[in-house]
DNA sequence: CTGAAAGCGCTTACAG
DNA sequence: CTGAAAGCGCTTACAG
């Protein structure tokens, strides 16, 4: 390559790199060189000599009690802002464990991880922070900033205050929520505590009876579940469903049982906004805004592997955004 | 590390590859050392002196019109097997397109590709070719073995006659397929065409009615195409539902407009297991493996790795797997 | 059974 | 503005 240029190869990284000043001629030279080879610098040696390969990891979680189509809206993002960036992505699985993750950074495979799904006494998080690489977690557990990792996430506590503002605005007395799978609750996978939180603690201040119903994928769970929900005295009158698996479930389920949608019973759910579109009722949301957060947890990746100094660990939750739209209305008196 | 274990760094290097015969004591001594440092020899050092990075690259689709769910089954599948076989898996998007794919490889990130979505003139079908790096495809395009690439895929032609084979053995004389997208047939993404020309060539064989009704994501075109087919005459009262998006506003759209399964109409999803769980109905399925498919590309290219002289392409199609469940019953003559 | 040495293809101080 | 040279950390013939 060096050499069909008739420069050095010094010369060709400093063009590539851009790190010093080259002449107009040297240049032209060079990058026609490049083009007519199709040439691509060894990542290997590359990484080998500068000690940064331009690869991100993407830990991912493959749970059947997370939502597939969620998950791969999140995997979407986080490559596209990646290769935006100039960097690769490599995918990891939550299985692999701290050790995976000791792997992949002491192996030099990627300078830098990206990690969804972080659990309440995730083993995952004291090696995460002996790491010395930039580590943002996509989904903040809690007390973990204190622990010092950064995090960027939905603001759940706000999202399921927003929820139950938004029925009591119109007049709900009785609401409820069908929440992700018990079995989330049990790892301790904060967002869904959060959301609760938010959740009952706005139902407490507003004076509306609220109660909590985690349902388990299927759809013989999810009859259950509405069994027990519907059969409640008050008659809850707004729901929110925080669980995209089982969604559609219950909107068929309503629909079988004459509940309609929202004469008789308000509906919110909270998924992707995409989500939304294919359900028979045009529905209010709160998003689950993964597009969002997958490019600001690579931005945030990528401004502290610009800056050598290790950057002071933040949160980022962003707010809630509530669209309205048919399925909440006010309650018939 | 070497001086560590108070040897060489070649002996270093033989105990972790296996690639000469070791005396007990000094691989005793090493893998201790290892042990003891969290020892893991840098990436791009191997791939440099080596030429081989371990890396197997997979190309996926972000199309709105293909099912994120189905798509994350197979990423999830992929990513599972490439770490039992020692490799880890990079993410690319079909976006990149064919220099992308030149990127990856000339630049050395990875060792082999498993592409997926290729389309009928896919422009990156002549660069794969010319790799000179293993690719498998998931997927089969039409007409592509005999190009020299090697692909896996569920045999969907098989999977189009077997679903009419089983509504026709069950009496049903008129039936009818929500396909894909049109835009899916439109750019000739095979596994749509090869689907639909196995159910219309049963059909005539069965001499039974047979229409077909591509259907585009979204509720609303969902019952429009309903609409369409509900209308026919003679009655259709055999359903194949080829489309995992719309699949659940079908079954919703189907109980709203008083249509009974199975008494009034057999319905059989195209799709693969897990989903038909979340359905109302215990669904009659033809199974889309993509568990399977995914861990059979990584075996294929693997082993093509392991031999040095290129074997010739090859095309697998797995034969369908028709699960009878409670969605289709005998025609009620 | 093991070691010394060359070399993989880059990047980056060091010189000029 | 550019080049020669060292060095990144491995692997793999080559010797013994």
Redesign the pocket.
């Known amino acids: 390559?060096a050499r069909a240029a008739?420069?050095?190869?010094?010369?060709?990284?400093?063009v590539?790199?851009g790190?010093?000043?080259?002449?107009e001629?040297?240049?032209r030279q060079v990058e026609q060189s490049v083009r007519k080879l199709g040439?691509?610098?060894?990542a290997?040696?590359?990484a080998?000599?500068?000690?940064?390969t331009k690869v991100l990891a993407l830990v991912v979680p493959l749970r059947a009690d997370l939502n597939m189509a969620v998950m791969m809206q999140f995997v979407s993002s986080v490559v596209t802002a990646a290769r935006e960036h100039d960097h690769d992505l490599l995918l990891l699985t939550k299985d692999e464990g701290p050790q995976g993750l000791r792997r992949v950074t002491s192996s030099a495979i990627a300078d830098a991880l990206i990690v969804m799904d972080v659990e309440a006494a995730d083993p995952r998080v004291p090696v995460l922070r002996s790491l010395d690489r930039p580590v943002v977690l996509i989904g903040a557990p809690d007390q973990i900033t204190p622990m010092g990792l950064t995090c960027v996430d939905l603001d759940f506590t706000a999202a399921g205050a927003s929820c139950v503002g938004h029925l009591a605005d119109l007049g709900h007395r009785s609401i409820a929520l069908i929440g992700p799978s018990p079995a989330v609750y049990k790892r301790g996978t904060s967002f869904a505590g959060r959301f609760l939180r938010g959740f009952t603690d706005a139902a407490k201040v507003r004076g509306v009876r609220a109660t909590s119903h985690p349902c388990a994928p299927g759809y013989e769970a999810t009859r259950a579940c509405l069994d027990e929900l519907l059969a409640e005295e008050p008659k809850v009158t707004g729901l929110i469903v925080h669980n995209e698996a089982v969604l559609p479930a219950v909107l068929t389920e309503l629909q079988r049982r004459g509940r309609r949608m929202p004469e008789d019973l308000s509906l919110i759910a909270v998924c992707p906004d995409a989500m939304a579109d294919n359900q028979p009722v045009s529905l209010t949301t709160v998003a689950i805004p993964a597009t969002e957060l997958g490019e600001m947890a690579v931005e945030m990746i990528i401004r502290q592997l610009e800056q050598k100094a290790p950057s002071a660990p933040e949160t980022r939750l962003l707010s809630p955004r509530l669209t309205q739209r048919a399925s909440t209305a006010p309650r018939k008196s």
Do not use: Q
Not at 19 to 23: E, G, T, V
């Open positions: 390559m008739g420069v050095a190869p010094s010369t060709v990284s400093y590539l790199s790190k010093r000043s080259i002449s001629e040297t240049r040439y691509h610098p060894h290997g040696a590359r080998l000599a500068s000690s940064r």
